[in-house]
DNA sequence: CGGACTTAGTGTAAAAAACACACTAAAGTT
DNA sequence: AACTTTAGTGTGTTTTTTACACTAAGTCCG
């Protein structure tokens, strides 16, 4: 039994930080779960995420767990919410600050591979039962999600450095769940004034080449309107 | 020296909530704040708020301290964000989950007057020096109001029960700090579909009486366009 | 080398929403 | 009865949002 020498006049809960991580690959909106090599929830799939350190900020936990299960550092990173039912963790209490990050589609590879029985992408829509009140986490950070596409440049978030107006749109269609008009679509991309052309294109495929596009501030997350 | 009962096998940071109390007295927005008594920032003025017990929800924890401060249940309590800089207490390391709160003018004489050497409102642009990070929270409760109100039904949680169309666009007026068209106004919060006609009238003052409204559902905030 | 195929790229008109703006209504007071 | 004060109302203009279909520029194949 390991010594408990950390003591204090009062009872505290123990704190930790859950990441909801989403990328989009395969023209699907998908989410990274680990399996729990521990108890409680054993072999259960759960959100990454663990204690904060003692004298560590909480977003850098958030950032160095991020960079533990993904290898990625320096993408979107926003705090959700907090979770503290006395009952979410059987072992003692632990309240947990929620965290979601967006990965660009290029950077995912990273990890993926290295540690798959225990680390894996999973399309949002076909999530298997989740550890602890990780569920209600998952869902609260969808909606954030989808209310942010609409209020803000959050989206682009997802995309590599140069990209095609078909793929921004691409985003839009796959995480809101239905189609949009072309036209319409591209003018409201350009109106943003967040984007510019390169003056590249990218020829793939048999077709007329697409002008390639970047963020004018590629960190920068735009409230709109 | 009090005992250190409470034994950990590794360090665990302590987990307060705090609130911003906003109300709307006196045609301005006020704040609730209180005086600490105890180190550190004796004497200084800061958000009310206190320590999560062990067995206690979070949320239920900000009820009770908003209860404990100003003897009001079951107004609007939303969280707003939480804040663990390792050094935003001097004392151990403090995560502070913090809430904010919406009490209509009509609540708030309940215990203004009892404690007032502790506790006291402040128009929300003439506040004193604030202790730990207490201006920065404040600062961004602020921001999410003023985000709501132009997205939400939230202002209306400032009101009494019955209230007139002239007083709710007071409350959008003091908090936006715009003048804005009264019949523009009146057309937009009737279209909202969120309150009704309760067929009285009030009367005070030389002048036509002013048709009384009522939430439909007095708890429900819309999200709304 | 021309035709077929595929995705990229573009404009306009109609509908809806937002905005600007000024007078009448109903009470109380003198 | 006249005056003062706040409540209450409608219309035309501008801006924003939506609906909608063809041409452009490559590749591939016969």
Redesign the interface.
């Known amino acids: 039994m ?14 930790t930080t859950d990441m909801v991580v989403f990328t989009i690959r395969d023209q699907e909106l998908k989410l990274l779960l680990i399996k729990r090599k521990l108890q409680p929830f054993k072999g259960s799939w759960a959100l990454p995420g663990g ?2 350190a ?6 850098q936990c958030a950032e160095r767990e991020l960079e533990e299960e993904t290898g990625v550092r320096g993408v979107y990173l926003e ?1 959700l ?2 979770y ?3 009952e979410r963790d059987p072992r003692e ?1 632990v ?1 947990t ?1 929620a965290y979601y990050a967006l990965i660009p589609s290029e950077k995912i590879k990273i990890r993926a591979a290295t540690d798959a029985t225990a680390v894996d992408w999973f399309v949002m829509d076909e999530l298997p039962e989740l550890a602890f009140d990780h569920a209600n986490i998952v869902e609260q950070a969808k909606q954030r999600l989808v209310a942010k596409l609409d ?1 803000s440049t959050i989206a682009f978030q997802f995309l590599p450095r140069e990209f095609t107006l078909t793929e921004v749109q691409d985003i839009y269609e796959i995480i809101l769940e239905e189609k949009m008009d072309k036209r319409n679509f591209r003018k409201w991309a350009l109106a943003l004034e967040s984007i510019e052309e390169t003056g590249e294109e990218r020829r793939e495929g048999r077709h007329r080449p697409a002008k390639l596009y970047r963020l004018i501030d590629p960190s920068r997350v735009d409230i709109i309107k």
Chains 1, 2 share one sequence.
Request: aromatic fraction near 16%.
């Open positions: 390991p010594a408990k020498k950390y003591c204090y006049e009062y009872p505290h809960p123990a704190v204690f904060v003692i004298a560590e900020d909480i977003h705090q919410c907090t503290g039912h006395p209490r309240i600050i209020y």
